[in-house]
């Protein structure tokens, strides 16, 4: 994946499993990418619905990232942080 836009359509989709009556929700999305540009691995910083986490880590898990190259033009596992908040 080379645009930001998908990335943003996969988290906002996933969010829309929230119920109207759940609280605002603030959060951060840790996403571990391996060398080859999978994701390997989720964590979060608050708490989300597990039916939203399902969906997420099920989206995500069907993404294939251009891998990150270190100085000498390797590719290296990373870790993306990405603050969602959701007003509902």
């Keep these: 994946m080379t645009d930001q836009q998908d990335l943003h359509k996969v988290i906002e989709y996933s969010f ?3 119920d109207k009556n759940d609280s605002p929700l603030k ?3 840790e996403i571990t990418i391996d060398k080859d540009g999978k ?3 989720t964590d979060y910083s608050g708490e989300i619905p597990s039916e939203v986490k399902i969906e997420l880590e099920e989206s995500l898990s ?8 270190n100085k000498e033009g390797e ?3 990373v870790k993306i942080v990405i603050p969602v908040r959701k007003a509902v």
């Design 27 to 29: 959060t951060n999305i």
């Design 62 to 69: 069907k993404i294939i990232f251009s891998p990150t190259l």
């Design 39 to 41: 994701v390997i691995g």
């Design 75 to 77: 590719p290296v596992q």
């Design 16 to 18: 829309k499993f929230l």
